[in-house]
Every structure is written in structure tokens, then in C-alpha cells.
T-cell receptor, first 118, second 111 residues
Framework: GAVVSQHPSWVICKSGTSVKIECRSLDFQATTMFWYRQFPKQSLMLMATSNEGSKATYEQGVEKDKFLINHASLTLSTLTVTSAHPEDSSFYIC??????????????FGDGTRLSIL | DAKTTQPTSMDCAEGRAANLPCNHSTISGNEYVYWYRQIHSQGPQYIIHGLKNNETNEMASLIITEDRKSSTLILPHATLRDTAVYYCIVRGRNTGNQFYFGTGTSLTVIP
């Protein structure tokens, strides 16, 4: 149980294009999903918290107009990297937490999307 | 959320127990300790979590000291597939539920 699916797993595109990454909770509902970015040999950095039906909350230093987040249903959140440039190349990972009344439930992570901008 | 401190790297012989320590000396009463691991080029995998009692599941055991200022993740019989970066995270129940990852411990299981 508690499977999170991320798509695509790998994308290569030209500089200036926009890229959409999907994150789905397959067997549970998730009011809240999270987006992380990870550069080589570094730890995961939280980018934003995605809330179903409301605006995402971005961490300090993360451009909300650059990284558009939509959480339209309890099982799907999307991250769109707009006008991507080579410095946006990274490993993007989403996670989801099951919606339950008590909040010590762990987050479950997708397998990540490796984005390469040429 | 409380900051955690972990050794940068550790080695363990295959078949032996791997004991990964984590220091969280500023943990508060309502904060849980979570352990995840990340195998290269994959998303983090949940291992175990606890509040103050020791916990055990099919993957590992979590030992939390009585003062809750430190914990140890135990992999009872390490295999080569346990080679990964292990993250210890402390998070409270009443926060926004965010996880903030530290640098973790890179565990290498040696044949």
C-alpha cells in the first residue's frame, strides 16, 4: 500500500520549454503533497507544499512563477517548470501523506523525475 | 523542527547488524523521529518512525533513548541491497507536516 507514482521518470527538453511532472497517490487520498529537488551528491530540498483545492506554499527562495503547482484532486498534484533553463536540470521528487485524522503518518515518495535541459 | 545530526558515512559487513545513530538533542515532546533511505537515483523509501517507544517492523528496529535526544536505526542482517543514504528526520504533529532532510548517512554494506 501507500504507493506514489511519478511521471515521467526522465525528460530531456530544450531550453525555454515548459515541463509538467505528475505525482499521483495510487491507493490513498492525499490532501497534502510535497515537491522536492535534489542536485547531484546533495540532499533533498523541499520546494513547496501542495494543498488540494488551494494555493501551494513555497519555501523561501523558490520562485512560485517558475515552478507552478496544481493540486486539483486528492490523488494528483502537478509541478510545471516554466521556461526551463539548464540550471533547472535536477532530480525532482514528490511525496504524499495519507489524509487521516492523526498527523504522524509518514510521507511516501515517488521515484523521482530526472529533468535535463539542453 | 528539530535539527538532526548523523555521521556522514558508515561501513557494515554483509550479514552483520548495521546500527545507524542520529542525534536530535533539541527534540520536543510532540515530535516524531522518522527514518528513510534513498538508493541511488530513486525516491526515498520509508523505513520506520516512532515517538518514544522502541519500534520494530519487517525492515528495521528503531531504538529511541529515554530522554529522546538520540535514536538508532538497526538493520539486523545487512545485505548488499541495504547500501543507501539513510536519513533521520524529526517532525512535529502540529506543524505543516513538512520534512526537512539533512545530509544523512551513506551506508556501504561490504561483501
Amino acid at each position: 500500500g501507500a504507493v506514489v507514482s511519478q511521471h515521467p521518470s526522465w525528460v530531456i527538453c530544450k531550453s525555454g520549454t515548459s515541463v509538467k511532472i505528475e505525482c499521483r497517490s495510487l491507493d490513498f487520498q492525499a490532501t497534502t503533497m510535497f515537491w522536492y529537488r535534489q542536485f547531484p551528491k546533495q540532499s533533498l530540498m523541499l520546494m513547496a507544499t501542495s494543498n488540494e483545492g488551494s494555493k501551494a506554499t513555497y519555501e523561501q527562495g523558490v520562485e512560485k512563477d517558475k515552478f507552478l503547482i496544481n493540486h486539483a484532486s486528492l490523488t494528483l498534484s502537478t509541478l510545471t517548470v516554466t521556461s526551463a533553463h539548464p540550471e533547472d536540470s535536477s532530480f525532482y521528487i514528490c511525496s504524499a501523506r495519507q489524509t487521516v485524522s492523526y498527523s504522524n503518518q509518514p510521507q511516501h515518495f515517488g521515484d523521482g523525475t530526472r529533468l535535463s535541459i539542453l | 523542527d528539530a535539527k538532526t545530526t548523523q555521521p556522514t558515512s558508515m561501513d557494515c559487513a554483509e550479514g552483520r547488524a548495521a546500527n545507524l545513530p542520529c542525534n536530535h538533542s533539541t527534540i520536543s515532546g510532540n515530535e516524531y523521529v522518522y527514518w528513510y533511505r534513498q538508493i541511488h537515483s530513486q525516491g526515498p523509501q520509508y523505513i520506520i518512525h516512532g515517538l518514544k517507544n522502541n519500534e520494530t517492523n519487517e525492515m528495521a528496529s528503531l531504538i529511541i533513548t529515554e530522554d529522546r535526544k538520540s535514536s538508532t536505526l538497526i538493520l539486523p542482517h545487512a545485505t548488499l541491497r541495504d547500501t543507501a543514504v539513510y536519513y533521520c528526520i524529526v517532525r512535529g504533529r502540529n506543524t505543516g507536516n513538512q520534512f526537512y532532510f539533512g545530509t544523512g548517512t551513506s551506508l556501504t554494506v561490504i561483501p
